[in-house]
C-alpha cells in the first residue's frame, strides 16, 4: 500500500522583495490557470492533450515549463469539479483558480542543502522573465520525520508556506497481530482494550488554550502545545505488535460547516483536537500496516463488557461496575473492550474475529 503525508514550513524568513516576486509569478500562474480552465472546461481534455500547441495558447510571459504546471493543475480542477458533480449528480460548476497557491513540478523547483543559518532553499528558476528565485526555509521538526521517505515531485507553493510531499510503500495489511479497541477521552487521552491508559496531562493543556483569546498568538501556541501532545501519546502505543485497531466513529462531521458539527465533536466545553487525534491514529495504523476502523460509539461507556447489561448508573466517573452481574474496572478501559466487541461482533468484524 502506498501511503502519502505532507509537510508545510514557513516562507516568513525570505525578504519582502523576494515575497514580492513570488506572489507576482503566483498571480501570473493564476491569471494563465483561469484561461486554461476555460478552455478545458465542457471540452473533455486528457492529461496527454497537454501538449505544447495547447500551452501555448495563453498570452503570458510564463516559460513553457510553468505553464505545463499551470495547465496541469487547471486540468485537475476541471475533472475534479466534474468528478464531484457526478457524484452528486448535479450539472458540474466551472472552478476558479484564486491565485492562493501553484503546484510546480520539479522542473521549475528544487531543493538545495543549507548554506549559513538556512536549512535548505527552495529554488525556482525557468519561470519565465528570467526569474530565480531562492528563498530560505527552515527545515523543522516535520520534515525531518521524512527523512526516510520518498519526496514527491511537486512543491505546493502557498503564499505563506511551501507544502512538501511524501511517498512510502508499506506493503500490504499485516494479518498477525492483536486487536485492540482504543477510547478517546479527556481524563486518559487513549484507554486501550489491553488495559493501557496514555496521556493523562491532556485535561491542563486543553484548559490553557480554554483561557487564551482565541486566534491570539498565545491561543495558537497552545493549540500547538495540544497537537504535539497528541502525537508524542499516540506514538506511545506499540503499533508494531498491533493488527487492528477499532475507536469510535465521529458522526455527522463536515469540516469547516460549523453548523454540522455533531457534539460529538466537541466532547468537553473546550472543543479540543478530537478529530485530529483519530486522523494521528489513523495515520499511525497506515504506517504500521495495522487495520483501522471505527464503530459507532453509542453506549459503549455503559455497557458491561461481561454481561452486556447497559444502564447509565452503571458507570460513575472512572469506575465502572455493572449494577446487573458486579463486573468492576476503569471505564475508559470499560469502553475501549466495548468498542472493540462491537466491531469483532458486528457483520464487517468477522475476518478479524479470534480463535
Ligand atoms: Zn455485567
Given amino acids: 500500500m502506498k501511503i502519502t503525508r505532507s509537510s508545510k514550513t514557513t516562507i516568513a524568513f525570505a525578504t519582502q522583495k523576494k515575497r514580492d516576486i513570488l506572489y507576482g509569478i503566483t498571480d501570473e500562474y493564476s491569471r494563465v490557470a483561469n484561461i486554461f480552465i476555460e478552455m478545458f ?31 496541469g493543475e487547471a486540468l485537475g480542477m476541471v475533472q475534479g469539479a466534474v468528478r464531484i458533480a457526478a457524484a452528486k449528480g448535479i450539472v458540474p460548476v466551472k472552478p476558479v483558480h484564486t491565485g492562493r497557491k501553484m503546484i510546480l513540478s520539479s522542473q521549475t523547483v528544487r531543493i538545495e542543502k543549507g548554506r549559513n543559518s538556512f536549512d535548505i532553499w527552495l529554488v525556482i528558476s525557468s519561470v519565465g522573465n528570467k526569474i530565480k528565485l531562492q528563498i530560505p526555509l527552515k527545515k523543522h521538526r516535520h520534515i525531518n520525520l521524512f527523512s526516510e521517505w520518498k519526496k514527491s515531485g511537486s512543491v505546493v507553493i502557498h503564499r505563506k508556506y511551501v507544502m512538501f510531499s511524501y511517498e512510502k510503500e508499506t506493503g500490504g495489511k499485516k494479518t498477525e497481530g492483536k486487536l485492540i479497541g482504543i477510547d478517546c477521552g479527556i481524563n486518559h487521552l487513549l484507554a486501550t482494550s489491553e488495559g493501557g491508559l496514555y496521556g493523562s496531562e491532556v485535561k491542563p493543556l486543553i484548559n490553557v488554550i480554554k483561557r487564551k ?88 461507556s455503559q455497557t458491561c463488557p461481561a454481561c452486556s447489561h447497559a444502564e447509565r448508573g452503571n458507570r460513575v466517573g472512572e469506575n465502572f461496575k455493572c449494577l446487573k452481574c458486579g463486573y468492576s474496572g476503569q471505564s475508559d478501559i470499560v469502553g475501549s473492550l466495548n468498542i472493540l466487541t462491537r466491531f469483532t461482533t458486528g457483520q464487517y468484524g468477522a475476518g478479524f474475529k479470534i480463535g
Fill in 41 to 71: 472546461f465542457g471540452n473533455n481534455f486528457q492529461k496527454k492533450d497537454l501538449k505544447k500547441d495547447i500551452t501555448d495558447v495563453p498570452e503570458s510571459w510564463l516559460s513553457a515549463r510553468m505553464r505545463q504546471c499551470c495547465a
Fill in 213 to 300: 483569546k482565541q486566534a491570539s498568538d498565545a491561543y495558537k501556541r497552545a493549540k500547538k502545545t495540544l497537537s504535539y501532545y497528541l502525537h508524542k501519546t499516540v506514538k506511545e502505543l506499540n503499533f508494531g505488535e498491533i493488527r487492528l485497531a477499532v475507536t469510535e466513529k465521529l458522526k455527522n462531521l463536515k469540516q469547516g460547516k460549523k453548523k454540522n458539527r455533531s457534539k460529538d465533536f466537541r466532547k468537553t466545553p473546550g472543543n479540543w483536537k478530537y478529530r485530529e487525534l483519530l486522523r494521528i491514529i489513523e495515520m499511525r495504523c497506515e504506517e504500521n500496516r495495522v487495520s483501522f476502523r471505527s464503530v459507532n460509539p453509542y453506549k459503549t
